[in-house]
Structure formats: structure tokens, C-alpha cells
Nanobody, 123 residues
Framework: QVQLVESGGGLVQAGNSLRLSCATSGRASSDYAIGWFRQAPGKEREGVSCISNRHKHGNIHYTDSVKGRFTFSIDNAKNTVHLQMNNLKPEDTAVYYC??????????????WGRGTQVTVSS
């Protein structure tokens, strides 16, 4: 079982940046997808970014609303993944979760995820 612990959330003004980190530990029976999803109050869960294979990498997927502003990266040496968020907007306000699953579309619906970290962007 893979364990995930997020950090790096906070309160920032619009236009500023935050970097989220997710420390991973444990073992999985097979390789897996890893990424981030977010959930704002009263809104549907939204996949933010994902890579389909934790160790072999491949293409990184981004939801349209964050393309060009967010960058997902993996540091295998430190068992950590990051989400660099630039030019933040008030609509980015949400709890952000690091998640692992068999496939990117399953993030946050099956597999495992952390406890989340709050990101609040003021206008």
C-alpha cells in the first residue's frame, strides 16, 4: 500500500505562486499513476494533473484550466512529487490531494490519496 502526505498549501494573493509537495512511501504490487486532484466546497472533484506511470513517467496530463500555470514533477530519488502552481487565481481555491491509482482517470475515485492541503487564493 502506498502512503501519501501532502504539504505546501497556504493563503496567497492572486498572481502569486505555491509549490505543493507529496511524500510517498510504501510499496505497490504494480506500477501506478500518480497526480493531484482538488475539491472546492460545493463543487465536483477535479483532476488537476497526473502522470500515467509513477516510475516510467511518460506524458503528464493537465486539466485545461491549469495548463501553462501548473507544473507537475517527480523526484524519484526523494520519493516526492511536486505541483508548482504559478499565477494562481481565486478559482484555484480548493483542498488539493495527492493521489495514486491504476489509471489517471481513477485518481480520487479508487486507489489511495492523502489527507489534502488547503490552497486559498485571495483576489
Amino acid at each position: 500500500q502506498v502512503q501519501l502526505v501532502e504539504s505546501g498549501g497556504g493563503l496567497v494573493q492572486a498572481g502569486n505562486s505555491l509549490r505543493l509537495s507529496c511524500a510517498t512511501s510504501g510499496r505497490a504490487s504494480s506500477d501506478y499513476a500518480i497526480g493531484w486532484f482538488r475539491q472546492a466546497p460545493g463543487k465536483e472533484r477535479e483532476g488537476v494533473s497526473c502522470i500515467s506511470n509513477r516510475h516510467k513517467h511518460g506524458n503528464i496530463h493537465y486539466t485545461d484550466s491549469v495548463k501553462g500555470r501548473f507544473t507537475f514533477s517527480i523526484d524519484n530519488a526523494k520519493n516526492t512529487v511536486h505541483l508548482q502552481m504559478n499565477n494562481l487565481k481565486p478559482e484555484d481555491t480548493a483542498v488539493y490531494y495527492c493521489a495514486a491509482s491504476r489509471r489517471c482517470p481513477d485518481l480520487g475515485y479508487s486507489g489511495t490519496w492523502g489527507r489534502g492541503t488547503q490552497v486559498t487564493v485571495s483576489s
